[in-house]
């Protein structure tokens, strides 16, 4: 066996990796969330820049690669006086890139929210953010959430890149083990189980979460 061979230090360090790629998933998580929540609501907008501004962000992130947006961030920046750690380009590029494909999901999360919601609202004589905060988002965020945990998933996997910008995540940890000792399947079959164990409890933690708010709901107009 490898490990047996080889020794566990190589096996300690690529579980140092593993720590480093679940910090950025975190910090990723937490930029791709709020600007997933501000376009896809901005795409919703009735004021036309915000709308602009909203599709602009969308279309750019989604339109371009993940790898070149951090190259641009960590390499590009610097020129413009704006220099970030190589974990902070990490998280901010593969955080933005995530939230641009997440907005679309609550775009289409908000706009699937049945209509008679909304008119019981205007009944109520809530105005328009009053029936985005009570009604829309507490319904909106059912029919969202197991997309929104594929997206962790992808975000998950797109912290490999980071290797790239020499940040020692799991998958450039590997490359280190694979060059010091010339084994090739060891350390990559360990990060390839250590990202499958990873994405595992994501989806885990979203079946449970979608079971927690769907309790009780009245399952008629889900879809």
Request: hydrophobic share 55%; aromatic share 10%; charged share 15%.
């Amino acid at each position: 066996m490898w490990l047996v061979d080889q020794g566990f230090g190589y096996f300690l360090l690529i579980l140092q990796g593993a720590w480093v790629t679940v910090e950025i998933a975190i910090a990723g998580s937490l930029i791709a969330l709020p600007a997933a929540l501000l376009a896809g609501l901005g795409r919703l907008s009735r004021a036309a820049p915000i709308r602009w501004i909203s599709t602009a962000y969308i279309e750019f992130f989604r339109g371009t690669s993940v790898i070149v947006q951090l190259f641009w961030v960590y390499f590009a920046l610097p020129l413009f006086d704006v220099r970030l750690s190589p974990f902070q380009a990490g998280s901010l590029a593969i955080g933005l890139n995530v939230g641009a494909y997440a907005a679309e999901v609550v775009r289409a999360a908000v706009r699937a929210v049945p209509k008679d919601q909304l008119e019981a609202a205007v009944a109520l004589n809530l105005s328009r953010n009053q029936s985005l905060r009570h009604i829309v988002l507490p319904q909106a965020f059912v029919i969202m959430l197991p997309a929104l945990g594929n997206a962790g998933i992808e975000l998950l996997k797109a912290t490999s890149v980071v290797s790239l910008i020499s940040l020692a995540d799991m998958t450039f940890n590997a490359q280190i083990v694979r060059m010091q000792t010339g084994q090739t399947a060891g350390p990559y079959l360990s990060i390839l189980v250590m990202y499958f164990i990873l994405a595992s409890v994501i989806a885990w933690g979203t079946r449970g979460l979608e079971r927690r708010v769907n309790f009780g709901l009245d399952r008629s107009w889900k879809p």
